[in-house]
T-cell receptor, first 108, second 112 residues
Framework: SQQGEEDPQALSIQEGENATMNCSYK?????LQWYRQNSGRGLVHLIL?????REKHSGRLRVTLDTSKKSSSLLITASRAADTASYFC????????FGAGTRLTVKP | DAGVIQSPRHEVTEMGQEVTLRCKPI?????LFWYRQTMMRGLELLIY????????DSGMPEDRFSAKMPNASFSTLKIQPSEPRDSAVYFC??????????FGPGTRLTVL
């Protein structure tokens, strides 16, 4: 299975600061995606980056992918209290398995 | 589209009772997944189906757990008999081939 592993496990920042989360994986991929989970709810898809892309933007989100290092990062700029959630990465494969996620807390 | 639908949203039952969780995937999706999430173990993949056929059930904890997908629009996850350690949030998700997954709202199961 292709499971992503996120770090740090927990991140606490002030509103307005940037938050960076990292993801590492072990096998070759075609795509990688990031999800967000608000407390008690299902995961919501945020952004997908393909293996031939190095960087992708969506609003305040910026994702990078380094296939040589088998790693990806998710940057949330100008964070808001509403960004408080857990963030997961997953490599696109049939058996979608997730890592432990990064728990982000944005303090107002 | 209404998204992935799960029922019930909350279930409280006593140890030893049978529990059945239900899921309706998004129409046209050919993959369906069952996950369990707890604080201790995080988000665990229990089983997934492709075109109604179970592909990998290696995540099913033990024989007390069983899952079926009788048709493309319905799946069940059954626990019999239930135990307190089965208490968790159970998520169903669906996707179309190699695309993003869509999660249901989850069923919060409490076994007393």
């Amino acid at each position: 299975s292709q499971q992503g592993e996120e770090d740090p496990q927990a991140l606490s920042i002030q509103e307005g600061e940037n938050a960076t989360m990292n993801c590492s994986y072990k096998t070759s991929i075609n795509n990688l995606q990031w999800y967000r989970q608000n407390s008690g709810r299902g995961l919501v898809h945020l952004i997908l980056i393909r293996s031939n892309e190095r960087e992708k933007h969506s609003g305040r989100l910026r994702v990078t992918l380094d296939t040589s290092k088998k790693s990806s990062s998710l940057l949330i700029t100008a964070s808001r209290a509403a960004d408080t959630a857990s963030y997961f990465c997953a490599t696109l494969s049939n058996d979608m398995r997730f890592g432990a996620g990064t728990r982000l807390t944005v303090k107002p | 589209d209404a998204g992935v639908i799960q029922s019930p949203r909350h279930e409280v039952t006593e140890m030893g009772q049978e529990v059945t969780l239900r899921c309706k995937p998004i129409s046209g999706h050919d993959y369906l997944f069952w996950y369990r999430q707890t604080m201790m173990r995080g988000l665990e993949l229990l089983i997934y189906f492709n075109n109604n056929v179970p592909i990998d059930d290696s995540g099913m904890p033990e024989d007390r757990f069983s899952a079926k997908m009788p048709n493309a629009s319905f799946s069940t996850l059954k626990i019999q008999p239930s135990e307190p350690r089965d208490s968790a949030v159970y998520f169903c998700a669906s996707k179309k081939t190699v695309n993003e997954q869509f999660f249901g709202p989850g069923t919060r199961l409490t076994v007393l």
